[in-house]
DNA sequence: TAGTGGTCTAGACCACAGA
DNA sequence: CTGTGGTCTAGACCACTAT
C-alpha cells in the first residue's frame, strides 16, 4: 500500500521480530547502523522505530538501544479496527456470518446525533463460530457515503466491499466496551446457554477525512470473548 | 516534565482544544502557519501535531489541513496506564481502598514465566465507590524491583510511591479483558448483589527499561465496567 | 495555481549508559 | 571517553485539495 521508505524499513523490522531472527530481550541494531543498513537518514529510520514502539514490537531505551519486546501474549489482537472476517481467518476457526435485517431507516436523534445523518443503512448480523453464534452485531451507515449495500455484501464482509471496491479509508473509532443484560433479541439471535448478560462493544467508525460514517454496536457472549491491548504511558 | 518544544506545542494545543478555544470540527492553523507562531521549524510542529492524532484530537488530511475532533466520548478513559486514585479522583466520587493481604510469596510457575522472577509481593485489595465495593485487585509485585510496601502506601497509591519517592518511570502495559464466574472471594470481598460473573483485567507492567515488574488482576463488578478506546487503523 | 500535509535529508547539539 | 537514543533545524521535493 504506502510506498514510502520508513514504512518499508517498519516492515522489513516487524517480519525479522515476529519471524523471531531477532529474539525478544535482545537488540536491535542502533539507529545509525539501520541508517547505513538501509540508506538513508536518521530521521527516516527513527519514523521506523518509533512505529514500532507505539504498535509494542519495542521499548526504546536511552543511552542503550532499542529492546524486542515478547509479542507472544498479542496474538489475538481485537484491538485496533479490525473486521469480523479477519478476526476469524486469523482464529482458523470454521465461522459464518447469518444476515438478519438489512434495511433504509431513519436513524433516531440519539443516533442522528453521533452520526450527523439521519437516513441509514441498518444491518443486523449474527456471527458464528464454530456452529455456536456468540455476536450480534447491529451497524448503522450514513446512506450518503454508503448508497448500495446487499445481502451478499454483508455476510461477506462490509469492510472489504468499502476498502477495495468503493476506495473508502477508514481511520480511526472511539469504543466503549460495557456489560449489558441481555435483551429478547440477544436471546433468540445468540446461543446464550442461559446466561443473562452480554459484552456491549459500541464504536463510531470514522473516515480518513474525519467524517463519521458507522455506528456499531457488537453484542459478544460472555465467555467467548476476549480483548487485548497494548498501552503506552504517556505524559 | 518534558522540556522539549514539540510537548509545550502539544500541550498549548491541546489546551485550546479541550477549552473549545477551536471548535470540533473546525480546523487547526496550517503546519506552516504554526512554525511561525511557536517560532520552530516544522518537523517541530508536525511532531507535536502527530501527537494530537495519536491521541485523538485531530485528524490530518492531505491538501485539507488538521480538524478538530469531538473529544466529548472520551471524558472517562480508563484506557491507557491509570491508576485507580486517579481514576477515582477524575469521577469525583467519594473512593476507599481497603487492604485484605499483603505479604511475600513465592509465585506460581505461571506468575514466574510471566515476570521473570519468583519472590514477589501479593496484595489483595478491594476499591469502593459511593461505599459499595466493585472492584478487587490482586497485584503482584517482584520483590527485588519493590523491596519494602506497608499498608498505609497500599491503601493509598502504589503508583505515586513508585513514581515520586522511588523514581521508577512505568511505561507500558499488555492487558487482556474477559469476563469470567465470579469466585468465592469475589462474592466475599465485593458486593455483587447476587451477580454471577466479574469483568476480569490482566495485565503485565513493565518500567521504561522494558523489564517487567507488576502483574495484577483486576476484577470488576459487571455492572460498574466502561473500558473506553480511541483506536486508530495501522497500515 | 496556491496552499495544504507527507516524506526525506544532512547536519547539529544534548542526555544518558557503560566501560 | 564512546556509543546510544532524543531533540531540533532549514531546506528540498512530492501528492493532494481547492479555486
Redesign the pocket.
Known sequence: M?N????AIYQQLVMKIERQDIMAGS??P????LMELF??????V??A?NQLAQNGYIQ???????IVLARDKFDFPISGLVSFKELAEKMGRPWETVVHELECVVGSSDLESKLGERDLWKVVRSRKVDNESIILDKDYFIKSQVPYLDTEICSYSIYDYLESERGMQIAFADKEVTVEEATDEDRQLLDLNGLTHVVVVKSIVHLDDASPFQFTESRHRLDKFRFVDFARRMK
Open positions: 504506502k514510502n521508505k520508513y514504512h537488540k536491535l542502533s539507529e545509525h547502523d540508506d538513508t537518514s536518521r530521521e527516516t527513527r519514523k522505530l526504546k531505551v536511552r543511552g542503550k538501544g532499542s
